[in-house]
């Protein structure tokens, strides 16, 4: 079956350190997307692909870093740089058709200890 | 740019009522679609309907419809008949149609809690 999974479900990290959260999708989607969700703010938006080998920074980029060289998988690194990194991470997909939106992944919940 | 807000941060509804959760938005693109979201728990997003600007009729999926006033810039969900399954989080967004894939933006969500 078609879809985007994200890995690991739940992750923890020590400060100071970089950490890589996974997304990898079958759907043949040309565009990835990555959101960060924290309770009371809603879905804001870190960094977004249209295509392969080409990413543009959204509303919250500090702190973090994309790559795309391939059309499946669009990993999201969290670096040290994130001063407060402890969040809900979504990751979706969409194709030119528009009406549906996005196909998410099941998210990852990264925290700091 | 593209905004979305919704006023309610949390409702109740008792289970078989019909509840309404209110979203309005800001764009100057012509050409938009807004969406709902349904977030249980468990953290997974899951779609439950869509207007388009340009759409002549209301949306309706099952129990869901979408109230669309164009003019008002308003886009609200009503859930008829609530079920205890509908306690979740509501998020309401919008994607403007006419550059490609651009990105969704989301409100900041509504809470919502069926009481039996």
């Known amino acids: 079956d078609g879809g985007i999974t994200q890995s690991p479900k739940y992750l923890f990290r020590k400060e100071g350190q970089n950490v890589t959260l996974s997304c990898e999708q079958n759907l043949n989607h040309d565009a990835m997307y990555w959101y960060r969700q924290d309770p009371g703010q809603g879905l804001r938006l870190i960094y977004y692909s249209q295509i392969v080998n080409d990413f543009q920074k959204g509303d919250i980029a500090e702190g973090y870093s994309v790559s795309r060289e391939k059309k499946e998988s669009f990993p999201l690194t969290v670096t040290s740089a994130q001063k407060n990194p402890t969040a809900f991470y979504l990751c979706a997909s969409s194709d030119t058709g528009n009406r549906y939106g996005y196909t998410f992944g099941s998210g990852t919940r990264l925290t700091v200890v | 740019a593209q905004k979305i807000t919704q006023t309610q941060p949390g409702m109740f509804v008792q289970e078989k009522e019909a509840v309404t959760l209110d979203c309005t938005y800001d764009?100057?693109?012509?050409?938009?679609?807004l969406f709902w979201y349904k977030q249980p728990s468990s953290g997974e997003m899951i779609f439950l309907i869509y207007?388009?600007?340009?759409?002549?009729q209301n949306a309706t999926e099952g129990r869901y419809s979408l109230n669309f006033q164009k003019a008002r810039k308003s886009a609200n969900l009503v859930i008829s008949a609530s079920q205890l399954g509908d306690s979740a989080m509501y998020f309401c967004a919008m994607r403007e149609l006419n550059s490609g894939n651009t990105p969704l933006v989301f409100g900041k969500g509504t809470r919502l809690s069926v009481i039996a």
């Open positions: 764009t100057s693109d012509p050409s938009y679609g």
């Open positions: 207007q388009g600007s340009y759409d002549q």
